[in-house]
């Protein structure tokens, strides 16, 4: 069956008037109010002040005009000054239907620009309210699960953190008197840290494939879209081949990214956003990627970025990064632990991978009327 549809003014209204909007400079921490704006993050600061709640009742979506976000609010808050738009479900429609509906949207993106104008060209689904609130509450059920499983993800990522902490301390404390070592002091005799090709050129099907620092992550690097360049433009950068021997770090746009290489990166190039740090040992190179990967040396990372056109983390600034390095039956313990929630975390993510898959089909399915509950319980399972 497919739903009869109606115009997105016949849908949704758009109350963002007469809301008193919060600029930036205001939000807090804490406070008893909370701002929401169009950023990712759900919730961007706090306020003090109860009365520069928005006057709509509730539940309302707020979308961003620059971003492209959508956001379920059903709790009091005050409003992001930048580019907010505030709406409501018109009769005959559920709220929570017509948040999941507009997530499914394939919006324009203008950069920078504002987008509300496309969105109010798109028309919308309309099956009967019962329908609606069954849909939403399936699609609520699935999205539940991936929560759950970014929660875990997150979990797994702060528990590598704790084994750290728990075997050798806080570095910054070093109440063990480790010896710390520059980073460059770790690299393979004979090589260096370096970046890698500088104007890579146009997208070349059969080239070499470059990874860039949007490729970079904690299980590798993302090989399913690499930009590949021409051999002739690689061939000058021979230097900054990989080997095998690697770790990755993103010195521009994913900065502080850090990655190791795998078997199938051998004879790809790095992008200049990316840093090359070889490094012999399989266990130090282990050992170091998870210490680069932790709080204390991000801060590090942030606090040496040098802004010019964009910021950026400079190869003296990498060279120079202080790593403790406790004894190697130590390394060679902590690597160990490293491998085990990796392997954790790895499951963890292809879960993920298979929900996200099955929440955009169960989307398709709801809003062409295909959607049936015993399905979508059969697949989350």
């Known amino acids: 069956m497919t739903w009869p549809e109606v115009s997105f003014q016949e849908a949704l209204r758009d109350v963002s008037g007469g809301n008193v909007k919060v600029p930036k400079a205001e939000f807090r921490d804490a406070g008893v109010l909370p701002v929401i704006d169009q950023g990712q993050g759900r919730i961007a600061g706090y306020v003090d002040d109860s009365n520069l709640a928005q006057r709509n009742d509730l539940p309302v979506i707020v979308f961003g005009d620059h971003t492209r976000c959508f956001k379920y609010v059903d709790f009091p808050f005050a409003v992001g000054a930048d580019g907010v738009k505030v709406l409501t479900a018109k009769d005959g429609f559920d709220a929570r239907y017509l948040f999941w509906f507009l997530t499914s949207l394939d919006i324009p993106s203008a950069g920078y620009s504002r987008h509300y104008k496309y969105l109010k060209e798109f028309s919308v689904a309309k099956p009967?309210?019962?329908?609606?609130?069954?849909?939403?509450?399936?699609?609520?059920?699935?999205?539940?699960?991936?929560?759950?499983?970014?929660?875990?993800?997150?979990?797994?990522?702060?528990?590598?953190?704790?084994?750290?902490?728990?075997?050798?301390?806080?570095?910054?404390?070093?109440?063990?008197?480790?010896?710390?070592?520059?980073?460059?002091?770790?690299?393979?005799?004979?090589?260096?840290?370096?970046?890698?090709?500088?104007?890579?050129?146009?997208?070349?099907?059969?080239?070499?494939?470059?990874?860039?620092?949007?490729?970079?992550?904690?299980?590798?690097?993302?090989?399913?879209?690499?930009?590949?360049?021409?051999?002739?433009?690689?061939?000058?950068y021979a230097r900054s081949r990989i080997r095998g021997n690697e770790i990755l770090i993103g010195c521009v746009g994913a900065i502080g990214e850090v990655a190791i290489v795998s078997s199938d990166d051998v004879d790809s190039n790095i992008a200049r956003a990316v840093a090359r740090v070889?490094?012999?040992?399989?266990?130090?190179?282990?050992?170091?990627?998870?210490?680069?990967?932790?709080?204390?040396?991000?801060?590090?990372?942030?606090?040496?970025?040098?802004?010019?056109?964009?910021?950026?983390?400079?190869?003296?600034?990498?060279?120079?990064?202080?790593?403790?390095?406790?004894p190697y039956s130590l390394r060679s313990k902590f690597a160990e632990r490293v491998r085990c929630v990796t392997r954790q975390r790895v499951t963890h993510v292809a879960h993920l991978a298979t929900l996200d898959e099955l929440f955009t089909s169960v989307q398709h399915r709801a809003f062409s009327g295909t959607l049936w509950n015993h399905e979508v319980i059969g697949e989350a399972a």
């Open 128 to 236: 009967p309210l019962e329908e609606q609130q069954r849909i939403a509450a399936v699609l609520d059920q699935v999205d539940a699960l991936r929560v759950e499983r970014r929660g875990a993800i997150v979990l797994l990522d702060d528990l590598i953190q704790s084994i750290f902490l728990d075997m050798f301390g806080d570095p910054s404390v070093n109440g063990s008197a480790f010896e710390v070592r520059e980073l460059e002091d770790l690299v393979v005799r004979g090589d260096r840290i370096n970046y890698g090709v500088v104007q890579p050129g146009r997208h070349v099907e059969d080239g070499i494939p470059l990874i860039r620092s949007g490729d970079l992550g904690r299980l590798g690097v993302d090989r399913s879209s690499l930009m590949r360049i021409s051999p002739d433009v690689e061939s000058k």
């Open 278 to 326: 070889p490094i012999a040992s399989d266990t130090d190179r282990e050992y170091v990627a998870a210490y680069l990967r932790m709080d204390f040396a991000q801060r590090y990372f942030t606090r040496e970025l040098r802004t010019v056109a964009q910021p950026t983390l400079n190869i003296k600034q990498i060279k120079s990064a202080p790593v403790m390095f406790p």
